[in-house]
Nanobody, 115 residues
């Protein structure tokens, strides 16, 4: 069973930066699959904000394009999300998962932005 462990969230001022990490405990399937960062704000549906293919090609939601950067380290089964220029609309619980996602979600990591 896949285990996803997110970390790196916290409180940051608007305009600041955070870097999220996700360790994927899944054996050998990590490097073969696309990965994504999803977020869910209170009262809203979970949305995919950044994705990266097994070959390293990244795509972003318009709301985070040019501010967030997704990357992966296949040797360490880890995916990252560098978030710059954080805005008041970015706060949410951030999750990583495969793309498309598996039913096994981690606990996520909370990102809070103060104005």
């Amino acid at each position: 069973q896949v285990q996803l462990v997110e970390s790196g969230g916290g409180l940051v001022q608007a305009g600041g930066s955070l870097k999220l990490s996700c360790a994927v405990v899944s054996g050998s399937i990590f490097r073969l699959n696309g990965m994504g960062w999803y977020r869910q704000a209170p009262g809203k549906q979970r949305e995919l904000v950044a994705a990266i293919t097994s070959g390293g090609i990244a795509n972003y939601a318009d709301s985070v394009k040019d501010r967030f950067t997704i990357s992966r380290d296949n040797a360490k089964n880890t995916v990252f999300l560098q978030m710059n220029s954080l805005k008041p609309e970015d706060p949410a619980v951030y999750y990583c998962n495969f793309v498309p996602p598996t039913p096994s979600w981690g606990q996520g990591t909370q990102v809070t932005v103060s104005s």
